[in-house]
């Protein structure tokens, strides 16, 4: 075999697989005529897990199912633009790990917009001029994003999916002589999850830590200058063309942020591995019991709840509270009807998404 005849059988299995791209954008074409007729939405994600899951089992060659999902994510980003453009806003800057979770649920093809406030991108949400909108809402090691959800209960907006993307840090530099770097940049936060990588390879070194408001900025400066790094994240450093000197620097591989993909309407159909969200402005949380009563709700009816967090309504000057409450399930499962039927006056339904396993 040589190079050269190799090389024919690839071109003509691309030949194949472009035809066969073609024919099913033709479909897809279709799907969105038929969608804009019965005005349907064009983003469903249960739908794009169960092509996924279907594929990882039928696949019998060298393929993960990681490679699997990385090739469809384009080819449905690619799909959902042809039925319809519809703009994705998330918390910027450009190469923020927000731009990264973006990316990992609606591929590199899509329309984005960076923001530069958590607020700007739910409002932008609200008033139609981006389709959805990704923000962050908690990390492993940090906590929640309260920003985020208090913008949930203010506004009226709802989750149509939510992503988990493992946070992880490059070193980039355009030199590849550590001792002639003078300036490492990033977000203050970064320096401190990279300590053991400084302390074991810049000990004793002339560089020193400089930080700056966002890793993004720092991918920027290292690529306007020789001899300054940045600690960033791997979309900051293509974006800017800083080469990768160092992938994966941080303390902890658990590091771990999750988002929420915002839309002002939005109905998933049950997948099987659906989460809701939901608001609970309880009566009476001052009266004890009242919170472990409404739990026990969930907990009668094998409902596993997965996050319970507490708010203050910023009442008067009292302590009261409302709750941001998540759990397994989706809300056409009778149990969760029972319970959204029983406490109708003070529960918001915020979404039933596909569960992310990250
Ligand atoms: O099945 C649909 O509803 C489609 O619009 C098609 C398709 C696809 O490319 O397969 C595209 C976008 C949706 O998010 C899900 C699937």
């Known amino acids: 075999m040589t190079l050269e005849s190799l090389r024919i059988q690839i071109d003509s299995i691309d030949d194949q697989l472009l035809q066969l791209l073609n024919q099913r954008m033709e479909v897809v074409r279709q799907v969105g005529e038929l969608k804009k007729s019965t005005k349907s939405v064009i983003y469903r994600p249960e739908r794009e897990k169960q092509i996924l899951d279907r594929l990882h089992q039928a696949s019998t060659g060298l393929l993960t199912p990681a490679a699997i999902d990385a090739i469809y994510l384009e080819i449905f980003a690619v799909s959902r633009n042809l039925e319809m453009p519809e703009r994705v806003a998330y918390l910027g800057p450009e190469g923020s790990f927000t ?43 940090e906590g929640i994003v309260n920003e985020t959800i208090d913008l949930l209960l203010e506004k009226d907006l709802l989750i149509a999916a939510e992503a988990q993307i493992p946070v992880h840090f490059t070193f980039a530099t355009q030199t590849d002589v550590l001792s002639e770097i003078t300036h490492i940049y990033s977000k203050d936060i970064a320096f401190g999850q990279c300590s053991k990588f400084l302390r074991d390879y810049f000990d004793g070194l002339p560089a020193q830590l400089v930080p700056v408001e966002s890793t ?18 791997n979309i900051a450093s293509k974006l800017f063309g800083v080469p990768v000197l ?113």
Not at 216 to 233: D, E, T, V, Y
Not at 311 to 338: C, K, M, N, S
Request: charged content about 25%; proline content about 4%; hydrophobic content about 40%.
């Open 246 to 358: 160092f992938d994966n620097i941080e303390d902890t591989d658990l590091n771990r942020t999750r988002f929420l993909v915002l839309a002002k309407d939005f109905t998933n159909q049950k997948s099987g591995h659906d989460k809701t969200t939901i608001i609970a402005r309880l009566p009476n949380t001052n009266k004890p019991g009242v919170l472990a009563q409404f739990l026990q709700e969930f907990d009668a009816r094998h409902i596993n709840l997965t996050k319970v967090e507490s708010r203050p309504l910023r009442e008067g000057a009292t302590f009261r509270y409302w709750f941001l409450i998540e759990f397994e399930g989706h809300v056409e499962d009778p149990g969760v009807q029972e319970i959204l039927k029983h406490h109708a006056a003070d529960v918001k339904w915020l979404g039933s998404y596909v569960k992310s396993l990250g």
């Open 216 to 233: 993004s900025k720092a991918a920027k400066l290292a690529s306007q200058h020789p001899k300054a790094a940045a600690i960033c994240s």
């Open 99 to 141: 731009h990264q979770a973006a990316e990992s649920r609606f591929g590199a093809m899509s329309d984005y917009i960076a923001l530069p406030t958590i607020r700007s991108v739910f409002e932008s949400v609200e008033t139609g001029r981006c389709r959805f909108g990704v923000v962050p809402i908690e990390n492993n090691q």
